[in-house]
């Protein structure tokens, strides 16, 4: 077992891979993560089971049957994804029998809703139904139309992964989502403890867009700021979580069986090679969060990454310093936000769509290869 991923997860942080194939699982190779690497969770998107379909057979015979039965590609993708993360979640059972927060596998809504509320819901109703196991996550978008969702889900009994998460007033939104959801969940009846959630907060895109905006300015006051806005933010969002969780709304939630809407850092890869390769690891430790890494990111953190113990609590005035040393160069940082969560929705997208266009060249092949 890799030492220094163990004392990761020892330090509380929950370590889910975000990648997913069914090569993964038939091989044994998400299993062997889980023994050996310290995961507990996995993440999905669209890119990622358009990487896994267009690179292996592994999906062949059953594009074949669906062929034969005459399905849309949509449909295609659906059955090819739910059964993915369905074996997944049988892969993860142990891990969520024992810590029920964990061992959850994510799988998105339609990205191509994500500004419709009723679709998203529907969406996310026909995912859980489909996947069909306790320790699935339904990911739900951060958008405004997205919002009333999480709360419509939640209040179903549905599990959520709320994702593209950029800022701290839209976190507080998703925060209140979720708690109005569960505050409706008890009202009818169901059992809060089954109910879990997660709050994506995306990571590196952050410092991506502000270092650009940095090298623009390009003084040297502007420069010594670069590399820093992601993990401030992340660190104030953890602030706005720990806000939560001491209020008396949260108190009778919990009294009532409810579980906490824990802080999870995506996006962790980092895109910049000046960077350490586990910026978006080592500096966001703190008990009760989940990190989604990439392989790359994870092997890099277990070959050489540090720890140094809690780097976010207490850590909220020194971010908003950096915040307010961002705003003197000229950074705007809303502006910023709006960028993100445009460009998030955008290419959330169009990783919809490369995952459509995959499916229908493996439905394409095995059209001919039936003629």
Not at 355 to 371: C, I, N, P, R, Y
């Amino acid at each position: 077992m890799s030492d220094r991923l163990k004392a990761l997860a020892d330090a509380g942080v929950s370590i889910w891979l975000d990648d997913l194939s069914r090569e993964r699982i038939e091989t044994g190779n998400l299993a062997d993560l889980v023994k050996n690497k310290s995961v507990v969770g996995v993440t999905t998107n669209p890119t990622i089971f358009a990487a896994a379909i267009a690179d292996g057979e592994r999906y062949d015979d059953q594009v074949r049957r669906l062929v034969q039965q005459d399905e849309s590609v949509v449909r295609v993708v659906f059955e090819l994804t739910t059964e993915d993360v369905r074996n997944a979640c049988d892969i993860m059972a142990p891990v969520h029998e024992e810590h029920p927060a964990d061992g959850r596998v994510s799988i998105e809504v339609e990205p191509d809703l994500a500004n419709d509320t009723e679709g998203t819901i529907a969406s996310a109703r026909a995912l859980w139904s489909a996947v069909e196991r306790p320790n699935a996550l339904i990911k739900i978008p951060a958008t405004k139309e997205g919002l009333p969702a999480i709360t419509a889900a939640i209040a179903e009994g549905i599990s959520v992964n709320v994702t593209l998460i950029f800022g701290i007033e839209r976190y507080r939104e998703v925060k209140d989502a979720y708690l109005t959801g569960l505050e409706q969940a008890r009202d009818a009846g169901l059992d809060l403890s089954r109910i879990h959630s997660v709050a994506s907060f995306f990571v590196s895109r952050v410092d991506t867009e502000v270092d650009k905006r940095l090298e623009a300015i390009g003084t040297d006051e502007a420069k010594a700021l670069e590399g820093k806005a992601a993990v401030a933010n992340a660190r104030l969002a953890y602030a706005a979580y720990e806000e939560v969780i001491a209020s008396d709304r949260w108190r009778v939630l919990a009294e009532a069986g409810a579980n906490p809407q824990r802080p999870l850092w995506a996006s962790t890869g980092v895109k910049n090679e000046a960077y350490s390769d586990t910026l978006y690891v080592t500096d966001l430790v703190v008990a009760d969060t989940v990190n989604t890494m990439p392989e790359k990111t994870l092997e890099a953190f277990a070959d050489h990454g540090e720890l140094r113990g809690d780097t976010v609590t207490g850590s909220a005035g020194e971010a908003q310093q950096l915040f307010d040393r961002l705003a003197a160069v000229g950074i705007d940082f809303e502006d910023v936000l709006l960028v993100l969560e445009h460009e998030g929705v955008d290419k959330f997208k169009k990783s919809w769509d490369e995952l459509v266009e995959t499916v229908a060249g493996q439905m394409e092949k095995a059209g001919q290869g039936q003629a």
